[in-house]
């Protein structure tokens, strides 16, 4: 699902996803300094969206946020809350998994240093980081 092109194409986005478990899956691809080597990745996270009120849903729509949202929601949109549950990368349903772009330009070379966890945003959300808790 892309963003909704008008209200009542995000009202349907949200009623279909709401009570569901769906799939956000992100392609990244990475090319090398010298533009000789690339390497591509995916990263799958499952997303489990809540039931809502016909009530709830309105307001959210009325807010304007889900015209900006794939799928008509953000996973981080509060008071709305309408996740329940992620499977997997948090950033990945975000906007983009972060330490899979990371993995892959460290395998085309680049030398990178990393913050710590802790000034990442979401950094709490995030389970199973390929990462792991590498620090700076």
Do not use: W
Request: a neutral charge; hydrophobic letters at 35%.
């Amino acid at each position: 699902m892309g963003k909704p092109a008008t209200r009542p194409e995000a009202k349907h986005m949200l009623q279909k996803l709401q009570g569901q478990v769906h799939s956000v899956v992100t392609g990244v691809t990475v090319r090398g300094i010298m533009g000789a080597n690339f390497v591509t990745a995916f990263r799958t996270t499952s997303v489990h969206v809540r039931d809502f009120s016909e009530s709830e849903m309105e307001l959210y729509l009325d807010s304007g946020t889900p015209m900006d949202r794939a799928g008509a929601y953000g996973v981080q949109d509060m008071p709305f809350n309408p996740v329940t549950k992620v499977d997997g990368c948090y950033l990945n349903v975000v906007g983009l998994p972060l330490c899979t772009v990371v993995s892959l330009m460290e395998k085309v070379g680049t030398v990178l240093k990393l913050h710590p966890r802790l000034r990442v945003p979401y950094f709490d959300r995030c389970d199973g980081c390929e990462l792991g808790c590498r620090e700076a």
